[in-house]
């Protein structure tokens, strides 16, 4: 089950590294950025049903 | 007169005129039109059961240049069923390394090792001519035991008509016209099936916008036995992708991806493939070897199938049913696997031992293949050439993550293998009544092999239906069906225990002559048995 509730503990700490290493990156390099770090996290998930429910999450 | 369309590359099938020019229009059980992979396996499949098959093919042998390598297990599997796979194999190349470059750099590589316990590997690389001339060598060898087998060279269908409860044909040849008529007309006549077009049939799905740039080199130089993939090669005018894969007689297959927007008879041009031949052989040593151009040719491909493979008397096979790109050699592969499906359903249709609804069966188990397969080489083609900027960014990402992260590499596409497909839900199927039983042979796979005794499983799956008893349950076991014949193995060993076992201590399987499973339990059970097979046959 995707959890929908919050659950990381320094919510601003983490936005905050988020956004720095897209520091200095054009548009193209920050999406490239960004598609990557799609792929890490989806592996990391790698239940199949919990993917799909974040696929559905995101696309709103 | 029938003018050749191409070159070929043996002649296997010399045209010999036979009295039936010359007489009223005989009435065949069976007609295969085209003699490719799949119209020659399938008259060899059926004249081993004794069903006659007449095979006519408007060229006098195997066409000549690029086409099929990559000839996979369950293919390998369904040809020593045949009698045709120990030259196939001897002659084939088998590559277990392969890489995938991206840009200037190595990605990764990875290492196909082979599955132990089976008789063949995974696949090998043998040009398609070989492979056909093979086949016709196996039905020359059934023929001289008695095989029902006949093939007319240079014999080219122009017309054909429904008349009720049979076909007939207008066949061309050297010696002018002549007719034909046949209880069951198979075409298996190649991606531009004449007999579809005479038909009026549709053909629907996706036509991919590319151009591919073949270039089969002989070369003497020592150059490792690998299979090389590069996305965006670095060499200069290399396109999209390029691949670089060993056929036998010291050929290599070289792939070019050059896009939609080409000069066709410009990128032919001997100076301009030579320039991009160099570039690719000599971009790990910088060294360009001494090699002859074998062959050259640019194809498109296309991903699509019939809407329905049977239509009443007339079946579609092959090509001519189906297409899909070349990536993960799905072609000749999903083809051979059409004529097995057909041949032995075909066979008891003629007998009157099943319904010839059972044919009905053919057309939907093996659509749903073709659409498995249209998936399979679709996906890689999105990700070979991205269509959208999304997929463009995505496939980027992957290539860049493969180099660093395992995790990524099952991601990069370049073409999957060719498996063949499992036969999930379809009607005479089932049931699954092995608790623990394999996923691999549930009701529908192909049965994968494992050793029995000296030899291999699939050596006494031979070609009718099957019991397969093993363990404790194994134990004198008969069934009065004359239909079904019963290998029994009480004690399996490692490798038939995990494919056919799991974590049962026996099972009772019961497989159809195209060595799919049908049913299978944990104990015999005589009705039970006899109510799956009338399932399989079609009968109920
Ligand atoms: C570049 C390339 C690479 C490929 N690589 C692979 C691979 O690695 N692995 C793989 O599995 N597949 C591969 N394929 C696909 C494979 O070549 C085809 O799927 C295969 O040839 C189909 O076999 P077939 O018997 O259905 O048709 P075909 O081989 O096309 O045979 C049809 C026959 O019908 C005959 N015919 C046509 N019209 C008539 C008529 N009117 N009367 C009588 N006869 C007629 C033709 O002359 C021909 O002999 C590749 C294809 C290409 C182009």
Known sequence: MLKTEPNIPDPDGFYDELLRIHEGLSREESEALNARLVLVLANHIGDRAVLAEALEAAWG | ??????????????????????????????????????????????????????????????????????????????????????????????WNVGRVFAGEGQLFSFNLAPEGGQRHPAFINLQQPWFEKYLVDAIDAARAEGAPIEI?????????????????????????????????????????????????????????????????????????????FWFQPPFKDAGQSALLHKQPDDIWRIDFQLGWDIDRDLELQPDRIRARVDAMLSSQTGEVPDYELEWTSIYTFQCRRMKTFRHGPVLFAGDAAHQVSPFGARGANSGMQDAENLAWKLDL?????????????????????????????????????????????????????????????PLVNSGRLSVPCTYDEFAGFGPDALPGGPAVTRPGAACPDAPVGNGFLLDHLAGDFMVLALGAVADGIASENPKVSILSVPEPDAALRARYLGEASGAVYLIRPDQHVVARWDRFDADALDAAMARAMGQV
């Open chain 2, 1 to 94: 007169m029938v003018q050749a369309r191409y070159k070929t590359a043996f002649t296997l099938y010399p045209y010999e005129k036979v009295p039936q020019q010359d007489a009223a229009p005989t009435r065949h059980p069976v007609l295969i039109v085209g003699g490719g992979p799949v119209g020659l396996a399938l008259a060899l499949d059926l004249g081993k059961r004794g069903t006659p098959a007449l095979v006519l093919d408007d060229h006098e042998g195997a066409g000549l240049g690029s086409k099929a390598i990559c000839f996979a297990k369950r293919t390998l599997d369904i040809a020593h069923r045949l009698g045709a796979a120990r030259p196939m194999v001897e002659k084939g190349v088998t």
């Open chain 2, 152 to 228: 007319r060279g240079a014999n080219r269908v122009t017309g054909m008509a429904r008349k009720g409860d049979h076909v007939a044909l207008d066949v061309d040849t050297p010696d002018g016209p002549y007719r034909l008529e046949a209880d069951w007309l198979v075409a298996c006549d190649g991606a531009r099936s004449p007999l579809r077009d005479m038909m009026g049939l549709d053909f629907e799905g996706r036509v991919f916008e590319d151009n591919f740039l073949i270039a089969d080199v002989r070369m003497k130089a020592d150059f490792p036995t690998e299979r090389w």
């Open chain 2, 349 to 409: 249709v003629l007998r009157g031992d099943a319904p010839a609804t059972l044919l009905d069966s053919y057309a939907a188990e093996r659509e749903f293949a073709a659409d498995e397969n249209i998936l399979n080489s679709s996906r890689a083609t999105d990700f070979m050439t991205p269509k959208s900027h999304a997929s463009r960014v995505f496939r980027d990402a992957v290539l860049r993550l493969a180099g660093k992260h395992p995790f990524a590499r």
